[in-house]
């Protein structure tokens, strides 16, 4: 991947502005999720290798865990957003306790291909992460991009999957296009808290999603000192920090659990 295959921007054509829009009603997987204590999820895409090492202490120090969205395509690549972690770094993110989630292989725009080329570029990723053993249980989404046909082909493959509009989870929420809230820019921290003070106030759960970790962030990441401070005042204010993978166990309620 060039740097100008990464920083690609989705289309804003009217078609894929209705796709967007549409794909939040359709192929939808309903679940009823329910915490005891307000939730928060910490979670990587690409795994630049400064998230991997700075991104991984910090949570780690917190004595906490994250979720790493791992394209395997990229892995020891060079990116804006600096190098991406090789599968050796990736391993030992695993055996440290955190999760290893599926990006696709090739960072693959699902918003804009055909169902064969989800399946095909997913089954790729997935074959080379058995190699390392490691199955990922949920997804997110390159670029936050969504379709009908994505969801319909990926819904049912993972527990859950993530995308990049923002909002959290508090009730009834939809497994195959669940909202993440970006740490990334000059906002992206205040925004993180805002949606916090939400989940906050009922139990909700937030799913926070970066990039690279380090001083001068690319426009996708955050600093150290950013993702530090949303985990101090997540912690201090009673939520309790979670993988993806471990939060949808906790939180998510059947019919028996509801009746």
Same mark, same amino acid.
């Given at each position: 991947? /060039?740097?100008?295959?990464?920083?690609?921007?989705?289309?804003?054509?009217?078609?894929?502005?209705?796709?967007?829009?549409?794909?939040?009603?359709?192929?939808? +997987?309903?679940?009823?999720?329910?915490?005891?204590?307000?939730?928060?999820?910490?979670?990587?895409?690409?795994?630049?290798?400064?998230?991997?090492?700075?991104?991984?202490?910090?949570?780690?120090?917190?004595?906490?865990?994250?979720?790493?969205?791992?394209?395997?395509?990229?892995? =020891?690549?060079?990116?804006?957003?600096?190098?991406?972690? =090789?599968?050796?770094?990736?391993?030992?993110?695993?055996?440290?306790? *955190?999760?290893?989630?599926?990006?696709?292989?090739? *960072?693959?725009?699902?918003?804009?291909?055909?169902?064969?080329?989800?399946?095909? %570029?997913?089954?790729?990723?997935?074959? /080379?992460?058995?190699?390392?053993?490691?199955?990922?249980?949920?997804?997110?989404?390159?670029?936050?991009?969504?379709?009908?046909?994505?969801?319909?082909?990926?819904?049912?493959? &993972? +527990?859950?999957?993530?995308?990049? +509009?923002? =909002?959290?989870?508090?009730?009834?929420?939809?497994?195959?296009?669940?909202?993440?809230?970006?740490?990334? =820019?000059?906002?992206?921290?205040? /925004?993180?808290?805002?949606?916090?003070?939400?989940?906050?106030?009922?139990?909700?759960?937030?799913?926070?999603?970066?990039? %690279?970790?380090?001083?001068?962030?690319?426009?996708?990441?955050?600093?150290?000192?950013?993702?530090?401070?949303?985990? %101090?005042?997540?912690?201090?204010?009673? &939520?309790?920090?979670?993988?993806?993978?471990?939060?949808?166990?906790?939180?998510?309620? /059947?019919?028996?659990?509801?009746?």
């Amino acid at each position: 991947m /060039t740097e100008a295959d990464y920083v690609y921007s989705p289309p804003e054509t009217v078609f894929d502005k209705l796709r967007r829009k549409v794909s939040r009603f359709v192929e939808r +997987r309903p679940a009823q999720f329910a915490f005891d204590r307000p939730t928060l999820s910490v979670t990587f895409d690409d795994a630049p290798l400064t998230a991997v090492r700075a991104g991984a202490e910090i949570l780690e120090a917190a004595g906490v865990r994250g979720s790493f969205y791992i394209s395997a395509g990229l892995c =020891g690549r060079d990116s804006p957003m600096g190098p991406y972690a =090789g599968m050796d770094e990736v391993t030992a993110l695993a055996a440290a306790g *955190h999760e290893i989630g599926c990006h696709t292989f090739s *960072h693959l725009d699902c918003g804009r291909s055909q169902a064969d080329v989800i399946v095909c %570029d997913v089954g790729l990723n997935a074959t /080379t992460l058995s190699e390392y053993d490691l199955s990922p249980e949920t997804f997110a989404y390159p670029y936050g991009e969504v379709s009908p046909a994505a969801k319909k082909t990926l819904g049912h493959r &993972f +527990r859950g999957l993530r995308t990049v +509009r923002a =909002g959290m989870i508090a009730g009834e929420a939809d497994l195959a296009a669940l909202p993440g809230v970006g740490l990334e =820019g000059p906002g992206g921290e205040a /925004t993180v808290k805002k949606w916090m003070d939400k989940a906050k106030a009922r139990n909700g759960w937030v799913i926070v999603f970066s990039h %690279d970790v380090r001083d001068e962030p690319s426009q996708w990441g955050c600093t150290p000192e950013s993702l530090k401070r949303v985990v %101090d005042q997540a912690l201090a204010d009673g &939520f309790q920090v979670l993988p993806v993978n471990e939060a949808l166990s906790l939180g998510q309620r /059947t019919s028996a659990d509801i009746s």
